[in-house]
């Protein structure tokens, strides 16, 4: 139905991760520093610290104009909540405090900034998100107010160990073989019962084998110097013999992680905005810091890393919440993963975050990129958004993005211009970068990807690969191929309000054809519908004219009109 297609809104607001240490729990990190209030100013600071400094120079040289040009207006008294507690100020002239007191007041007012989340105590919601162990790898939502806390608590095994033993996998295989020969001969069937190490062998699952290569590739990165980690802390710095890693290397252990995302979603599409959340980004990304965290122990390290500089909100008066954020940053992964991970998903587009640097990873919420059906009149409107009844795109859980839902009798519609792609592919050292730009360069809107594959001589599953790699980043659209016998009408779902805007874009691009608004009424002049080829002058024009319906579908101006016969 119509109605179920909605514009894209996360309602996030805001990312805190909750640990329990020797059964303590602790709020380490959140982001943004002020939840729920304006953060432009930490977003357009870290965005130029990360770009002058490249994120790897120390803060400590951040010269004082930056700070005063995006301070979170420590001095103003507005922006303090305060209560019964508050020290009053003696003034003693105008304008002036006496020492004792001004210290006093600004190191209450740093801990309450850094300290009070949504009007809560930091000590008080760390508690209220840790749910019991019977909520381990469940979906965890609990609504205070107008927001919503959804999460994933990860829990340790017995022990308080992440990585199940191996005498324990071996236990239950026995106990899963022994259980499977008994229910065999009370059924009276014939089975031979598998010895042990079969037994081991056959019911130790993909999951186990992963963690234990996991081992084995954590064990080389300890390994590996000092110059090729990236942005780790120094626990990692020095390689580590056999004999040391197996004696416990920190004295207290990490009984939980939860990684809660705190959402404001209207009330009539809560139930809505939280799946999206929970399915694409909340679930997966516990996953795989349940993952790192067996490995090598990851959340543990950068969670007391974050915490021993929680302290410095209150101490370093002479520094901004903006300045300590970006300390934060340079110093530990897990913080700038979930920086990144806010600053995108909270605007719709793609998070590529990196937990260490053989580590990397991409969330996104799906955004709509059609619609069969226009609107009601109280429905939300969506202008623009292509108009049509066929689509032939991967599903939205297809992690792998094995393609095999695109039809062989569709292309590839690019939603940018072919040199800005390749710039961007060419930018990244992806092994996918030169199947890519062999793809782009012999990709037409024209040829469906079975026409393609026959005269290029690729693989069709190799171009349909590459095809869903495209879409899934938001740079290409499965359509059917354009054709000039094709009837092309201007789309009902058009958006008017960028008219102008879009005639100066199109005039630079087609300069010596008609213009925007003439192509669009020639389309629309006869009360009957007519093919496409109506409009080329010439054979010579009709490379040009197949571009410029190219262009005119790629931002929804026109669509095809289709006729079905049963």
Not at 234 to 261: C, G, M, Y
Request: charged content about 25%; hydrophobic content about 35%.
């Amino acid at each position: 139905m119509a109605s179920d297609v909605l514009p894209p809104n996360p309602c996030l607001v805001a990312i805190l991760l909750v640990v329990r240490v020797n059964y303590e729990p602790r709020i380490v990190f959140h982001y943004p520093p002020r939840p729920g209030k304006d953060n432009t100013h930490f977003t357009r600071y870290l965005a130029a610290q990360e770009k002058d400094q490249g994120g790897t120079s120390s803060t400590d040289s951040d010269s004082s104009s930056s700070e005063d040009d995006v301070a979170i207006e420590i001095g103003k008294s507005k922006d303090l909540k305060t209560g019964d507690d508050t020290p009053e100020l003696d003034v003693e002239e105008p304008g002036s405090i006496s020492p004792e007191k001004n210290e006093m007041w600004n190191s209450q007012y740093a801990q309450t900034k850094w300290n009070d989340v949504f009007g809560f105590p930091l000590e008080a919601l760390a508690r209220l998100l840790c749910p019991p162990s019977t909520a381990h790898k469940e979906r965890f939502e609990m609504s205070i107010g107008d927001k919503v806390f959804v999460g994933r608590p990860m829990y340790a095994h017995e022990g308080d160990e992440w990585k199940k033993k191996k005498a324990e996998r071996k236990a239950k295989a026995k106990k899963a073989a022994a259980d499977e020969a008994a229910k065999a001969q009370s059924k009276g069937l014939a089975s031979r019962q598998p010895s042990a190490p079969e037994a081991d062998e056959s019911t130790t699952d993909a999951s186990e084998q992963d963690e234990e290569c996991g081992e084995r590739r954590a064990s080389l990165n300890h390994a590996a110097p000092a110059t090729n980690e990236g942005p780790t802390s120094t626990i990692d710095s020095a390689p580590r013999t056999k004999a040391e890693s197996s004696k416990p290397a920190w004295k207290e252990k990490l009984n939980l992680f939860h990684v809660v995302f705190v959402l404001d979603p209207p009330p009539l599409e809560y139930q809505l905005r939280v799946k999206d959340m929970y399915d694409h980004v909340i679930k997966k990304f516990s996953k795989a810091l349940k993952r790192e965290q067996a490995r090598s122990r990851y959340v543990y390290r950068e969670a007391s890393l974050l915490y021993k500089e929680a302290p410095l909100m209150v101490r370093a008066l002479d520094q901004s919440l903006a300045t300590l954020y970006h300390r934060y940053q340079t110093r530990s992964p897990l913080a700038k993963a979930i920086t990144t991970l806010y600053n995108n998903i909270s605007m719709s587009r793609i998070a590529h975050i990196n937990l260490t640097p053989t580590s990397s990873l991409s969330f996104q919420i799906p955004v709509p990129t059609s619609i069969s059906v226009l609107p009601g009149p109280l429905a939300p409107q969506l202008p623009g958004l292509w108009l049509t009844t066929a689509t032939s795109l991967p599903a939205e859980d297809d992690v792998n993005m094995t393609s095999s839902q695109l039809a062989s009798h569709f292309t590839l519609l690019l939603l940018s211009d072919l040199p800005t792609i390749l710039a961007e592919i060419h930018d990244t050292s992806s092994p996918l970068s030169a199947p890519l730009t062999h793809y782009l360069q012999i990709s037409k809107p024209t040829k469906s990807f079975l026409q393609i594959s026959q005269t290029s001589g690729m693989h069709l599953s190799d171009i349909q690969f590459l095809a869903s790699h495209l879409i899934y980043w938001r740079k290409a659209r499965a359509i059917p191929p354009l054709h000039q016998r094709d009837t092309y009408i201007v789309s009902p779902n058009a958006d008017m309000s960028k008219l102008a805007s879009a005639t100066s874009k199109f005039a630079r691009a087609f300069p010596a054809l008609p213009s925007l608004p003439k192509l669009l009424n020639l389309l629309s002049a006869t009360t009957t519908p007519r093919v496409y080829a109506s409009l080329i002058p010439s054979k010579d024009h009709k490379e040009a004219f197949m571009n410029i319906l190219a262009w005119l579908l790629r931002d929804g101006w026109v669509t095809q009109l289709r006729t079905f016969m049963w």
